[in-house]
């Protein structure tokens, strides 16, 4: 028995290690590096605000089939119950339902029937035969609506595609510009350390230390603000794609320096003009303005219309009573309404000016847009070729710089100041690449040609 107890305690022991490793939840995996091109394919996938376009794309395309609906007949059935003593009433229902007798033309019967019970079962069918081509203009109407609807859903996806791009882009430049913080507090941290040094030996006077001082703590103040940078912009892409702020994901390019062909001035708005969607929208507004008119213009036109019923009329649900028919044919033409419809076409025809200015006045603003765009790209390659320069001299001058103060040829405040300069020098550059891609693709947007495939995306 005293053999057995650790062997037991040592089977416990070990069983309940293992019901502790059990119960210990397993690391979430690292996030997958995540490209440019698989954010915009996932944010076309799962954006809600795309998502709310497509479903009124949807929505509207239901509305041609109603359109459409009135060219055919259409047929009714309805079932009532109706109990009275009214004379009239009893005395017609009687013949309705093939039940009216010689004893029913008494007096006292005529007078005061009693109550009578009628089941009514019946079929209607009505049918157009002339609308004045209203029901082809209804068509008409909704198929531009649809044609509308698609094309705010293209635009709506560009501008998304372009959130998504600029999200992504400020996510490089913070991790990058976090990078440039975290390297100048490296280099004050060595230069309080080289004037602590210099000090001590007697070859620097205590400003010098207290100098560095200050530039560590303004740049330590730097690097706590890029990593909130960071964070945001991470949350700002999360959002942009349609996932929580807080999803764990990590995106794996730098930002690295690329090469875009800006192409003519004209030939960008003329491509605009001929297929940006928001612009087409405009002009898919005119011919639903126009069509409107001759909506208006048809209510003065008579309609034709053909109609048919069947009816039975039983005293109780489930007896056999009498039934009819009738069919027949309707001319309906309004010969006075108030000017209603006379308000409605002038109306109309005043919406289609309206729609043919808002047109014009969307062709000058999408030729400024796209003007406005050409220009801010052609700006920013312009500084991005002028701080490569500037900041090769930077680097060069602090070099020499770090070199002087070695020698006790310079003072820590010129290092100190070099070194700031340089700091400026990488962000900016940092921001001139920035710019200039999300420019071109900014550029794209105005003129309506940004997609999944576009050159600012996949390079």
């Given at each position: 028995?005293?053999?057995?107890?650790?062997?037991?305690?040592?089977?416990?022991?070990?069983?309940?290690?293992?019901?502790?490793?059990?119960?210990?939840?397993?690391?979430?995996?690292?996030?997958?590096?995540?490209?440019?091109?698989?954010?915009?394919?996932?944010?076309?996938?799962?954006?809600?605000?795309?998502?709310?376009?497509?479903?009124?794309?949807?929505?509207?395309?239901?509305?041609?089939?109603?359109?459409?609906?009135?060219?055919?007949?259409?047929?009714?059935?309805?079932?009532?119950?109706?109990?009275?003593n009214n004379p009239v009433y009893v005395f017609g229902t009687l013949l309705t339902q093939r039940q009216f007798t010689a004893s029913n033309f008494a007096?006292?019967?005529?007078?005061?029937?009693?109550?009578?019970?009628?089941?009514?079962?019946?079929?209607?069918?009505?049918?157009?035969?002339?609308?004045?081509?209203?029901?082809s203009r209804a068509v008409r109407e909704a198929k531009l609506q649809a044609q509308s609807a698609e094309k705010g859903k293209g635009r709506t996806g560009q501008e998304v595609v372009f959130q998504v791009i600029q999200a992504y882009l400020n996510e490089l430049l913070a991790k990058e510009s976090l990078r440039v913080a975290q390297s100048a507090v490296d280099m004050t941290k060595s230069d309080l350390n080289r004037a602590q040094a210099r000090q001590e030996s007697g070859l620097a006077v205590p400003s010098d230390l207290l100098s560095a001082q200050v530039q560590l703590a303004q740049a330590e103040e730097d690097l706590l603000r890029g990593q909130n940078a960071v964070e945001l912009a991470q949350a700002t892409l999360n959002v942009a794609m349609g996932f929580e702020e807080?999803?764990?994901?990590?995106?794996?390019?730098?930002?690295?320096?690329?090469?875009?062909?800006?192409?003519?001035?004209?030939?960008?708005?003329?491509?605009?003009?001929?297929?940006?969607?928001?612009?087409?929208?405009?002009?898919?507004?005119?011919?639903?303005?126009?069509?409107?008119?001759?909506?208006?213009?048809?209510?003065?036109?008579?309609?034709?219309?053909?109609?048919?019923?069947?009816?039975?009329?039983?005293?109780?649900?489930?007896?056999?009573?009498?039934?009819?028919?009738?069919?027949?044919?309707?001319?309906?033409?309004?010969?006075?309404?108030?000017?209603?419809?006379?308000?409605?076409?002038?109306?109309?025809?005043a919406r289609d000016v309206q729609a043919q200015a808002l047109a014009s006045q969307m062709a000058s603003a999408v030729r400024l847009q796209v003007r406005e765009a050409y220009l801010n790209l052609s700006t920013a390659q312009e500084r991005l070729e002028a701080v490569k320069g500037g900041k090769a001299q930077a680097a060069e001058s602090l070099r020499i710089l770090q070199n002087r103060y070695e020698a006790g040829l310079a003072t820590i405040t010129d290092l100190l100041r070099a070194e700031t300069a340089k700091v400026k020098a990488d962000k900016n550059a940092l921001n001139a690449i920035f710019d200039y891609r999300l420019s071109y693709a900014a550029l794209e947007l105005a003129t309506g040609e940004l997609s999944p495939n576009s050159p600012a995306i996949n390079q």
């Open positions: 028995m005293k053999k057995l107890l650790p062997l037991m305690a040592a089977f416990l022991l070990a069983a309940n290690a293992g019901a502790q490793t059990a119960t210990v939840p397993a690391a979430p995996a690292p996030p997958q590096p995540l490209s440019l091109q698989e954010a915009v394919r996932i944010a076309l996938e799962k954006n809600p605000t795309l998502k709310a376009a497509d479903a009124y794309a949807q929505a509207v395309q239901q509305g041609i089939t109603a359109a459409k609906s009135f060219r055919y007949p259409r047929v009714d059935f309805a079932e009532g119950f109706t109990r009275g007096l006292s019967f005529l007078n005061t029937p009693p109550p009578l019970d009628n089941f009514r079962t019946a079929f209607t069918a009505t049918m157009p035969l002339y609308d004045a081509g209203q029901t807080d999803a764990p994901t990590a995106i794996e390019e730098n930002l690295t320096e690329l090469s875009f062909q800006a192409g003519a001035l004209g030939e960008r708005q003329a491509k605009a003009l001929a297929t940006r969607p928001d612009y087409v929208q405009s002009l898919l507004g005119k011919q639903q303005a126009d069509n409107g008119t001759h909506i208006a213009r048809a209510e003065f036109l008579p309609k034709v219309n053909l109609f048919s019923s069947w009816e039975a009329d039983n005293q109780t649900f489930t007896s056999r009573g009498g039934n009819n028919w009738a069919m027949g044919v309707t001319l309906n033409f309004n010969l006075f309404d108030g000017g209603a419809k006379t308000a409605r076409l002038r109306e109309s025809k």
